[in-house]
């Protein structure tokens, strides 16, 4: 039996370092190439000598996969194709392409430059490994090769983010990559069409969240920011430089504009202009508000929004700042919150999710005192105030998708497994398909049942749909033909075909029956009765009597003798060939009733 | 093309069938007739090629066919269409029968039998198809005979088992237009096919194909329209349908469990995969609110538009619309919903409002069914999330704001609170929209003027003035503060004790504002000053307003002095206008009466004063230069009458016809002028005519008006009538000269309500130094914010002009979603205008202003001669002026400070 085989390298039950083999009919397909931002040593990324111990990664991978431009879904990209070796094709789409190597490359000068590690990739390695890059479209279907077809569809999350569906033959698999059901201030909503996959592979962030109503997060997040800089205090948000920042500056922007508010707004700078000129440029990727009032004012040209210098983290007054990185792990948002931590005036809002072991997810699991390098203590006294705003589908979105696209069955990555265990239950319940969750290394087999393509000769086809009802909508109906498997080809053909194809006689075979009836009657009465009563019972068939004393049903014969014996019995011979089925019981029935 | 084509065909049907009414002339069509229908019989049988065959049909198509012919060509197309051999010709042949069953007057009847024999044989679906459409198109002419669509339906049944999609399609059109909806009908028939015709078009809810899928659910809703009760049986199929595949079929049941769901609602249907029950219209709700959440936006439209009208629905499950969290599954009845409140209220989904509260805890209710799927829950929500909507939402905020205005503008508020409260939170709105301003202003004007005693002890510091210190001067351009001010000065009209308490700055202000905003500022009654003028009091009725009563005497005066020499008159007439101008500026409520009169008599004193002229002593070639004023004042009259008849509400049929009067009076000028300085009488003889026909539909428009015009310029043209139609040009424009001179004035009546039509640009304000930069070849939006008022229908007339310094000038025309209504007799326009141009050097103003396009078919005039026309016409008439359409300025033209920069390479 056909199957899909498919082995997490990372966020399999675990958020961070995405990267999952699948080999489906035979290809070998890579989907992400991720780090974790919760490791510094070898864990960040994943164990590529999984596939192979020695040799190129090329002879067993027929291409990889990138869904958007995260760290924890590209970030091992260069590892893996310079360091440890891959050839092959790597698709992602444009916007990806465009910024990807930009985050790969402040992601190497945090690593060698500020950590002093030794043994990273280059800058040149980047440029290499971009080199490899295939952009695709959104729905283009490229032919990785003559069996292999990918296929991407709009994800929302990001700029450039993208759900990609796998497939060989007749067998598919969707990959969600991360995936938002519920348009924001700048993205689309995730969208697929009812592509019914053997397999959809999805992301599970929020599996057991349900979220308000955006509009209410939206409110409750500027209500906030504005208490607090009506108070004077500051306001910390750490933001990835791509996605969520973009979001929210919009959001903040159109606040301020409407409320007239003079505080500054900052955003540290570097990556945020180069990021924001990606925005402007792929303004197609984005949602269709924005990409209608573009014309007039290109809604990520901001106002208010200025770029962030050190010295101003020391400015007395309310200010609000956007910092990166989001996870307070490091740079410099850390920084700003380690001078602003001591007021209680001040706040720092996460707006999306934290991996463990960051200071992030320290503080909104209510740590008030932090060991920082070196020893010291940080003492917490300002507001934490955490906001789901990752665009990432909650418990309903899931769902949502899984009723668009109707997969046969589910595998769920990228979350923690206390969450998965929850909605895995759910999406049996629902949709009674098999859910399943393979932990990092362990490899999910998933038997198919692929269609198989036969030829069939219109001449055959055309006989068959003739007899009996009327070809059904939906509903398979029966043939009578041969299957005839020569050189990889299948062909239906009708049996006389075959036997002359195959030069072989034709053999009749026929079962007989005797029933034996009390009738003291003549033996043409005998049979004149039961000609009567078939008649009377077979409406829809053609019932003969032929000159020689026997009943004709179709290809049924029946002859009655008087038994040699006992003259007041009567043996009804029946005689019909292999394929007369239900005619035969319906006869054989009537007749037992009538006698 | 083929569209085209068909559409054409229509047209020239059409047509034809409204001339056979108008001339009935017997003998022409006897001829018509055989010739017809043979020259069809011998083209057809000329044509070689099939395509030969085609082009004949296609031109035929384009002929009229009489209705007596119409058989007869029916048969000769019959005849053809069994000896044709090709599948298109055919195909036409089929549409042609069904264009010529249309033809209004003919019975389709006699040529039934034949089209359903046409079916028997034909082998090619698409004609199939068409002749199944011909055949819908005989029925639906003859709906009232039974028997007739018992048998076409039968015929459909037929072809249902047809495995093109096409013809199945049509089959179930034409079942769902002409199946039988009467219960008695269906018992009678014979046939056992037609009996049920439900159950026929239910069996198609399951076809392979989603277009005869979809065909068959609107064949139900056609069915349902025509007044068939449909069976509740169907509800089920239907709910199987929202699962398909294809949109529109998704969309078209969403409609037909909102018909069914209105049907029975109270019909109570079990819940899968469990034993309890639920109301229908609530199991209906649920699903349709489901489908706002789906993949398609078609569906998605479609589903919310239906939720809006759904009516019964229990109250629980509309609350639950509104709350996206709370997971019901809206399959049970209350215990159910309790119990999955409990279960959202257990917490077993996070709201992801806080910080780790999302780790699963203990499942609590292991039975639940489908939890998620299927929740009316958040249907609202997501549809508000939904990217076609946030633009909406603003612009009806807009709509919400300006209407609480007015509210608030005829509210009494009874504490000094009150007032401050309504006053702090219109300067909220005033800082968060500044576009507001107008409404919010005026809205405290009449707030101040209402509660002058509740203002008074708010003034010390609504103004912060200190009792011993002297306070910063506010800034005069603060929006904000002029409203304040608006407040005060308002309550001060009736408060004399106010102004004490009023800083210096404060009257310096009032001085200021008075000018600048005089509908908004009252005059005051202030210590050292005069009044301008004694206000109006309000209780004078307007018979007894002196100002009334001076309007009515000078127009008296005017019209009494007849016999006044020239000069006399002239001077007259001049006073009067300029007396009417300066009531029209002084009293607003008046300004629509004077300034019509006042044009009125400005027309008139151009008459005079063209015929006043040197010009008319002299030999005609000589003067030239003096006939240009001559035609520059039959110009302007023409001008001013157009303005006269479109940009007044109120002007009643009385007007019309002294305005019309007017405009005849000018083109009779105009006439004269030309004879006067054209050479040649050639294009005389045009013109002359052209007069004479418009003095003829003149006096057929308004044949009722026409005694009380004694002596004026149309009754003495009447009277010469006969002469002027049988005499030469140069002899027309001689007894027109004569009769110009000699007609009398006629009396303008007044109506009760006048009102001029108006427009003010609030936006853009024209005072920017900044110019708008933007790249040449690209356009840039200027946003174009104006009040209109007593505009009828703007959406029709009002317009927007940018002229650019080069001369060029852009008409735009506002979409009809641009143009709100915040209260009878006012507009706002709130739109758009895309400017482009070519590069220049350095930035320039463009001017933009509003226009009110006229088009003097829509007016009341055209509309009676309109009828006239029908009723009395045998005779051919000549057209009455093919609608002379123009434009009238009614706003002050703003400046747009712009500069197009040449594109960078």
């Given at each position: 039996m056909p199957e899909i085989k498919v082995t997490p390298l990372g966020a399999g039950q675990d958020v961070g370092r995405s990267c999952i083999l699948v080999s489906i009919a035979g290809k070998n397909v890579m989907l992400d190439c991720g780090m974790h931002m919760?490791?510094?040593?070898?864990?960040?990324?994943?164990?590529?000598?999984?596939?192979?111990?020695?040799?190129?990664l090329t002879d067993f991978l027929d291409c990889v996969i990138i869904s958007h431009f995260h760290l924890d879904h590209c970030g091992a990209l260069p590892y893996f194709s310079e360091m440890v070796g891959y050839d092959g094709p790597i698709y992602m789409t444009h916007p990806t392409k465009a910024i990807c190597p930009i985050l790969l490359e402040d992601y190497r000068k945090i690593t060698v430059d500020k950590k002093g590690e030794t043994n990273f990739f280059t800058s040149q390695m980047i440029k290499d490994c971009m080199k490899k890059v295939v952009a695709v479209h959104l729905h283009q279907t490229v032919q990785v090769d003559e069996e292999l077809e990918i296929k991407a569809y709009y994800a929302g999350h990001v700029l450039g983010a993208a759900m990609f569906q796998i497939k060989v033959g007749c067998e598919s698999v969707v990959y969600t990559g991360d995936y938002n059901m519920t348009p924001d201030r700048h993205l689309g909503a995730a969208w697929i069409d009812k592509c019914r996959p053997d397999l959809l592979i999805t992301e599970s962030t929020y599996a057991t969240t349900i979220r308000d109503s955006k509009r209410c997060r939206e409110r409750d997040f500027l209500k906030k920011v504005h208490e607090t800089v009506e108070r004077g205090g500051k306001v910390l948000i750490p933001v990835f430089a791509l996605g969520r920042a973009q979001e929210l500056c919009i959001l903040l922007e159109t606040f301020w504009e409407r409320m007239n508010l003079k505080a500054p707004i900052y955003f540290s700078t570097g990556l945020t202009e180069k990021a924001n000129h990606y925005y402007k440029l792929f303004i197609t990727w984005t949602n269709q508000k924005i990409r209608k009032t573009f014309v007039q004012r290109n809604m990520f040209e901001f106002k208010h929004i200025k770029a962030f210098d050190r010295?101003?983290?020391?400015?007395p007054g309310p200010m609000v700042v956007f910092a990166t990185p989001g996870m307070l792990h490091a740079g410099q948002s850390l920084q700003i919150f380690r001078k602003w931590a001591g007021n209680e005036k001040n706040m720092v809002i996460m707006p999306g999710y934290c991996v463990q072991g960051t200071v992030g997810h320290k503080i909104l699991s209510g740590q008030r005192k932090l060991e920082m390098e070196g020893r010291q203590i940080l003492e917490v006294k300002m507001q934490v105030e955490y906001m789901s705003f990752s665009a990432h589908a909650d418990a309903k979105g899931i769902m949502q998708l899984i009723r668009q696209a109707e997969p046969r069955n589910v595998l769920l990555v990228h979350g923690e497994a206390k969450k998965m265990e929850f909605l895995k239950q759910k999406i049996e319940q629902e949709f009674h398909v098999n859910c399943y969750m393979p932990a990092n290394g362990e490899t999910t087999t998933i038997f198919t049942n692929p269609s198989i393509p036969v030829d069939i000769s219109l001449g055959l086809l055309k006989r068959e749909t003739a007899i009996g009802l009327l070809p059904d909508a939906k509903k398979p109906k029966l043939m009578h033909g041969t299957l005839i498997m020569k050189d990889n080809s299948f062909r239906l053909v009708s049996p006389e075909q075959a036997l002359k194809e195959l030069g072989l006689a034709e053999h009749q075979l026929r079962f007989t029956c005797r029933v034996h009836i009390q009738d003291p009657r003549k033996e043409h009465e005998t049979v004149l009765r039961v000609y009567n009563h078939l008649k009377g019972v077979l409406k829809d068939y053609s019932v003969q009597h032929l000159p020689d004393g026997s009943i004709t049903v179709e290809s049924i014969l029946i002859q009655a003798t008087a038994h040699s014996e006992d003259q007041g019995t009567k043996v009804l011979l029946v005689s019909w060939t292999y394929q007369v089925g239900i005619l035969e019981r319906t006869y054989i029935s009537s007749s037992s009733h009538w006698s | 093309m083929a569209a085209h084509l068909k559409k054409r065909v229509y047209e020239e049907f059409t047509k034809v069938v409204q001339q056979q009414h108008e001339d009935l002339s017997a003998k022409k069509l006897r001829l018509t007739k055989p010739s017809k229908s043979a020259a069809l019989h011998v083209d057809l049988c000329k044509a070689t090629s099939p395509a030969d065959a085609l082009q004949y049909l296609l031109q035929f198509a384009r002929k009229p066919v009489e209705v007596e012919s119409v058989e007869g060509v029916v048969r000769i197309l019959l005849e053809h269409y069994y000896k044709e051999n090709d599948a298109s010709v055919r195909l036409k042949i089929a549409s042609l029968l069904g264009l010529l069953s249309?033809?209004?007057?003919?019975?389709p009847d006699c040529i039934m039998d034949d089209a359903i024999n046409t079916l028997q044989n034909e082998k090619s679906h698409q004609v199939l198809a068409q002749l199944l459409d011909t055949l819908l198109v005989i029925g639906t002419k003859l709906t009232e005979n039974p028997s007739v669509r018992m048998r076409l339906v039968e015929v459909a049944c037929k072809h249902l088992?047809?495995?093109?999609h096409g013809v199945r399609n049509k089959c179930l059109q034409l079942i769902g237009c002409l199946g039988p909806v009467e219960k008695g009908v269906a018992k009678e028939a014979e046939s056992q096919a037609a009996k049920d015709v439900q159950k026929i078009i239910g069996d198609h809810f399951n076809d392979q194909d989603p277009r005869v899928r979809t065909a068959a659910i609107k064949a139900m809703l056609q069915l349902h329209e025509r007044g068939l009760k449909l069976q509740q049986a169907i509800y089920g199929q239907a709910c199987k349908l929202l699962a398909d595949d294809y949109e529109q079929v998704r969309s078209a049941a969403v409609q037909l469990i909102w018909v069914l769901s209105q049907l029975y609602p109270e019909s109570i249907v079990p819940i899968p995969s469990s034993n309890e029950e639920i109301r229908l219209v609530d199991d209906a709700f649920g699903k349709i609110c489901h489908m706002v959440s789906d993949g398609s936006w078609v569906v998605r439209v479609q589903a919310a538009k239906l939720l809006g009208s759904m009516q019964q629905v229990s109250s629980h499950f509309l609350e639950q619309t509104l709350d996206k969290k709370l997971m019901s599954d809206l399959r049970r009845k209350r215990t159910a919903h309790e119990r999955a409140k409990e279960l959202y209220s257990s917490g077993e989904f996070s709201s992801g409002r806080k910080w780790g509260d999302d780790a699963p805890k203990e499942e609590v209710d292991t039975g639940a069914v489908n939890l998620i799927e299927s929740g009316a829950c958040g249907a609202f929500v997501h549809g508000l999330e939904d990217e076609m909507y946030g633009n909406c939402v603003s612009l009806l905020c807009l709509d919400i704001r300006e209407a609480l205005h007015e509210l608030l503008c005829c509210t009494n508020v009874s504490t000094k609170e009150g007032i401050h409260l309504a006053l702090v939170e219109l300067l909220k709105n005033l800082t968060k929209y500044p576009t507001d301003r107008e409404s919010i202003w005026k809205c405290l004007k009449f707030l101040g003027s209402r509660h002058p005693t509740l203002v008074l002890p708010l003034v010390p510091e609504l103004l912060s003035t200190h009792p011993f210190f002297d306070t910063p001067e506010p800034d005069m351009d603060d929006p904000a503060y002029i409203a304040v001010l608006v407040l005060i000065f308002n309550a001060a009209k009736s408060c004399p004790?106010?102004?004490?308490?009023?800083s210096d700055h404060t009257f310096r202000h009032y001085a200021y504002l008075r000018d600048s905003l005089s509908h908004l500022v009252p005059p005051l009654r202030l210590p050292g000053r005069k009044l301008v003028s004694s206000p109006v009091s309000p209780s004078i009725t307007p018979h007894e307003d002196p100002s009334q009563q001076f309007l009515h005497q000078s127009l008296e005066r005017v019209y009494n002095l007849q016999h006044l020499d020239p000069q006399g008159i002239q001077e007259l007439l001049e006073f009067t206008i300029r007396d009417l101008q300066r009531l029209g500026e002084l009293q607003s409520e008046l300004a629509g009466m004077a300034d019509f009169t006042a044009t009125y008599l400005q027309c008139q004193l151009l008459l005079i004063k063209a015929l006043q002229e040197k010009l008319w002593n002299v030999a005609a070639p000589l003067y030239l230069k003096q006939n240009a004023l001559a035609s520059a004042a039959a110009k302007q009259i023409l001008e001013e009458t157009y303005k006269m008849e479109f940009m007044y509400s109120g002007v009643e049929s009385r007007q019309v016809v002294i305005i019309h009067h007017m405009r005849l009076q000018a083109k009779a000028l105009q006439l004269i002028v030309t004879a006067r300085t054209t050479r040649g009488v050639e294009p005389l003889f045009g013109m002359c005519e052209k007069f004479l026909q418009e003095v003829d539909s003149f006096q057929r428009c308004f044949i009722a008006e026409l005694p009380q015009m004694q002596g004026s310029f149309v009754d003495k043209l009447l009277d010469l009538m006969p002469r002027l139609v049988t005499s030469k040009p140069s002899e027309v424009v001689k007894i027109l000269q004569t009769t110009l001179r000699q007609s009398t004035f006629l009396h303008l009546p007044l109506p009760e309500r006048l009102h001029r039509a108006s427009a003010n640009i609030?936006?853009?304000?024209?005072?920017?130094?900044n110019p708008l930069r933007f790249t040449s070849g690209l356009v840039v939006a200027l946003d174009v914010d104006a009040t209109l008022e007593h505009v009828q229908d703007p959406q029709g007339t009002v317009k927007v002009q940018v002229l650019y310094p080069d001369g060029q000038a852009q008409l735009i025309h506002p979409k009809p979603a641009d143009f709100r209504n915040p209260g009878p007799g006012r507009h706002r326009l709130i739109t758009q205008v895309y400017l482009s141009h070519t590069a220049w050097t350095e930035p320039c103003q463009i001017e933009v202003r509003l226009l009110l396009a006229y088009n003097s078919n829509r007016s009341k005039a055209a509309a009676k001669i309109a009828k006239s026309t029908w009723n009395e016409s045998l005779e051919a008439l000549p057209q009455p002026e093919t609608g002379i359409e123009g434009t009238i300025p009614f706003s002050k033209p703003v400046k747009v400070y712009i500069m197009p920069k040449p594109a960078r390479r």
């Open positions: 919760g490791y510094n040593d070898d864990r960040r990324f994943p164990d590529f000598s999984y596939i192979t111990q020695n040799g190129r010295a101003f983290a020391d400015n | 249309k033809t209004a007057g003919f019975s088992t047809d495995s093109s004790t106010m102004p004490a308490l009023f609030i936006e853009p304000t024209g005072e920017s130094d």
